[in-house]
């Protein structure tokens, strides 16, 4: 069975600085999916970035960028000049080339410093 | 933002009562889904659908029950709830026709079973 795992319960940033949220899986699959979701306090689930395993390129979205490396089975977020808006809960999931669910880590709470 | 609705946000209600959850999603995905998350913590999904008659249970049991008469509605029902039901609900739909079939949530609803 696919595990995520993410190692940081909580982090804390200050604003306009830069902050890499960690995550790992498990898996003996090698066509896959991996997201990053954001879940703010109004509790609406959001896609934050996704990247295809099949992909070398790391995915970028605008201030989102992932450090994806595969042989290590390490997936993480790097949020750059980091907002209040960026506070929230980030989970990391996984999900198979031919699977239907979602594997979600823990969470980790992003809170920013003003 | 994607296209997904949930009623009622919130949901106050006795023990022994029936309650629907309802989730409708306005972009013509195929696939839809019920995760269960606890404050704080990761989802677990319930069930899920490929379309239209089509339901599955997912990893975590749960005594309600889904179904799936029209493509873009996705209720959730529970015959007689009981506090062990208080969580909150995610529903999310995607589709399968895209290679990602990437999953994008409504805002959930938050359940309370006195």
């Known amino acids: 069975a696919q595990t995520v795992t993410q190692s940081q319960p909580e982090m804390s940033v200050q604003e306009a600085e830069t902050v890499t949220l960690s995550c790992t899986y498990d898996t003996s699959e090698s066509d896959y999916y991996l997201f990053w979701y954001k879940q703010p306090p109004s509790r609406q689930m959001i896609l934050v970035i996704r990247?295809?395993?099949?992909?070398?390129q790391n995915a970028t979205e605008n201030r989102f960028s992932v450090n994806f490396q595969k042989a290590a089975k390490s997936f993480s977020l790097k949020i750059s000049d980091s907002q209040l808006g960026d506070a929230a809960m980030y989970f990391c999931?996984?999900?198979?080339?031919?699977?239907?669910?979602?594997?979600f880590g823990a969470g980790t709470i992003l809170r920013v410093k003003s | 933002e994607a296209d997904i609705y949930q009623t009622p946000r919130y949901l106050v209600i006795g023990t022994g009562k029936k309650i629907t959850l309802e989730c409708s999603q306005t972009?013509?995905?195929?696939?839809m889904y019920w995760y269960q998350q606890d404050p704080g913590m990761e989802l677990h999904l319930i069930h899920y659908?490929?379309?239209?008659?089509?339901?599955e249970k997912g990893d975590l049991s749960s005594e309600s029950t889904v179904s799936r008469i029209r493509t873009e509605h996705f209720p959730l029902t529970l015959e007689s709830a009981r506090p062990s039901h208080t969580s909150q609900y995610l529903c999310?739909?995607?589709?399968?026709?895209?290679?990602?079939?990437?999953?994008?949530f409504g805002p959930g609803t938050r359940l309370t079973v006195l």
């Open positions: 659908s490929y379309g239209v008659n089509s339901t």
């Open positions: 990247q295809e395993a099949y992909k070398q």
């Open positions: 972009m013509g995905h195929d696939k």
């Open positions: 999931a996984y999900r198979g080339a031919y699977g239907n669910k979602l594997v």
């Open positions: 999310a739909s995607s589709d399968w026709r895209r290679s990602t079939d990437t999953q994008y």
